[in-house]
Each structure stands twice: as C-alpha cells, then as structure tokens.
C-alpha cells in the first residue's frame, strides 16, 4: 500500500553530515559524513520534497516508488552498485509542496563511494488541468490508485522511462554525489519543475506527456524571495487591508510561474514570502482583483537575484489605484 507524503513546503533532497573542523568537500563533489554511532563507512541520507513555480496545474500526483544512487561503491564487487534509498511507494501531490520541504527519506544509510547518478522510479500519476469551463485529468492508467474517488480521467498522461531505469536528476554543475567517511555536512535541493515537467504531446493527441525537469543544488546555497507591497501615499478605498486582495506573482528563466497572496506583516505593510529557490535570476510581479488598475514606484516585472544562501528584497509601493 502506498504511503502518503504530507506537505511540508515543495522537491529537496538533503544530504546532511556533521560541520568538518577543517572545512567541507571540493565544490566539484558533494559528499555525505560518516553516520554517528553506526558504521564508519556509512553515512544518513535524508531526502526530502519541493516544486518550482507553477499556476497552470491544480494537481500533480506522482508515485515514487524507488529512489537510488547509481555509482561506485568502495569495497563493492567490481566496485560498482547502486544503493537504494527508497524501495516502499509513497504517493503526494507535488503542487501542495510548492514553497514548502517534505520528508521523502530519512537516515537512510549510505556506503562510502561515489556516485554519478540520483534516481526517481516514478510508476504512475496523474495531472489536473485548468482549462475553460472547468478542469480536466490526464491519468497514467484509468485505475491509477492515487486517483480521488468517483475522478473522471478525460485523457492519457505518459511517462516515458519513468518506471524502467528512473529519472535522473541533475546536480548543479554536473557535480558528482561523492560519499565520504569525515565529518562534513552536505544539504542538497532537488527541484521538480512541475510546470516545465508536463505538456501536450505533439500532434493533436490530446495526450499530455511528463518529461520531468529535475535539478538540484546545495540547500544551503538556495535562497529566499521577499516581495513587499506597502499604499504609500495612495487612499485605497477598504483602507490598508485592501493590499491583501493583491498577489506576487514569481517567474523562473523558464517562465513557469508561482503566484501568493499578500498576507499582513504590519497594518501597512504585505508581505509575501518565496522560499527555496536556487539561484539565479527571477521576475516578480503583482496582480490585482479583476476591475483593478494601478501603478508602482517600480517598473514591474522587477527582478530578483537569488544568491547562495542570501534573500533577495522586491519592495513596491503603490503610486495609484483605481478600480473600473
């Protein structure tokens, strides 16, 4: 029976070991320490979830069946092997862990060895589509168990190499997963970018296909995004509690995009709050209710660079507001 994953915050995979007391790893690898009170050549791999930005989906339910390292193993036969860190099915919807972390793995036990590949076996899913007049769902099977009861399946979604060898995921840089037996700490981020990951098959079809795009990163070097929306000198005409109808909207190089409401940070001030990002160059935006026009101090879309381990700041101020 499959295990249902529980939102935390979106795709991360975290690699954790003690601080080194002389520094970590070259940057070219990433590496996991030895595994406290346990076998010194084994090292505790957690892994754990989060999703790119994406407004075009109201779900995305995969299955993941198996996860694992692929490489060599020290000490192994010919020294290769993969190490399996996944093996009992757990099923979740990636579209509730868009800016949020969830547990995948836990302590899973590593031999020291270095490793070229990680891996996702992926055996089935489906997606819900926002489309005129309502939603539609494209399933991998019509009795695909994670469907809802009484689900309606309007078309196929294929998952081309998904279940057979898995889905690799590409590490910042090509850099290989190198297992070690110091003391150093390594957290690594792996982002499924659920709006780039799945599209219409050419050709008129109606099918849609996942071709996932999955990158990863050290989680310490992935970033924050603040946007701040504040009324300035502008009257609204609901007070300052009318900034809270307004929503940022975020946009990755790809052009998938994220949109959140405004919440109250201060009776003026609205905050919303983007987290784990990898760095890189972002446009932000706003939106309003429908019959809204305004303007800003700033020429929108901003843009936000996301830094190793650093918040990027987009601060806006209303310069009029008007509604039709």
Not at 27 to 39: E, H, L, Q, T, Y
Not at 141 to 157: K, T, W
Not at 286 to 293: D, F, H, K, R
Not at 294 to 312: H, K, M, N, Y
């Amino acid at each position: 029976m499959d295990r249902q994953l529980s939102p935390a915050v979106g795709l991360q995979f975290h690699i954790l070991r003690q601080p080194h007391p002389h520094g970590g790893p070259p940057p070219a690898a990433v590496g996991v320490g030895r595994a406290a009170g346990g076998d010194s050549d084994k090292a505790h791999v957690t892994l754990k979830l989060t999703d790119a930005p994406g407004d075009t989906f109201e779900k995305a339910v995969v299955t993941i069946s198996k996860v694992y390292l692929k490489g060599s193993v020290d000490g192994g036969e010919d020294g290769k092997g993969d190490v399996v860190l996944l093996s009992e099915p757990v099923t979740t919807d990636l579209i509730t862990l868009a800016n949020d972390t969830a547990d995948l793995v836990k302590d899973a036990e590593v031999p020291a060895g270095t490793y070229k590949e990680l891996r996702f076996v992926i055996t089935g899913g489906y997606i819900q589509v926002k489309g005129d007049g309502g939603s539609r769902i494209f399933a991998t099977s019509r009795d695909y168990e994670g469907l809802p009861d009484g689900a309606q399946v309007d078309g196929d979604l294929h998952m081309p190499s998904a279940s057979s060898s898995g889905l690799k995921v590409k590490f910042d840089k090509d850099a290989d997963v190198t297992i070690t037996s110091d003391d150093d700490q390594k957290v690594i981020l792996v982002d499924f970018d659920v709006a780039q990951s799945f599209g219409k098959e050419a050709g008129g079809s109606g099918r849609w296909v996942m071709r996932p795009i999955i990158k990863g990163a050290d989680l310490q070097f992935s970033g924050n995004v603040e946007v701040t929306l504040e009324a300035g000198s502008v009257s609204l005409p609901l007070g300052p509690t009318q900034l809270g109808s307004f929503s940022a909207v975020l946009i990755n190089a790809d052009g998938s995009r994220e949109t959140m409401a405004f919440t109250a940070r201060t009776p003026t001030q609205y905050v919303a709050d983007f987290k784990y990002f990898l760095p890189g160059t972002y446009q932000v935006d706003l939106t309003a209710a429908a019959g809204v026009s305004f303007s800003t101090d700033i020429a929108r879309p901003a843009t936000a660079t996301v830094s190793s381990g650093a918040e990027s700041d987009v601060h806006f101020v209303l310069t009029s507001f008007d509604v039709e």
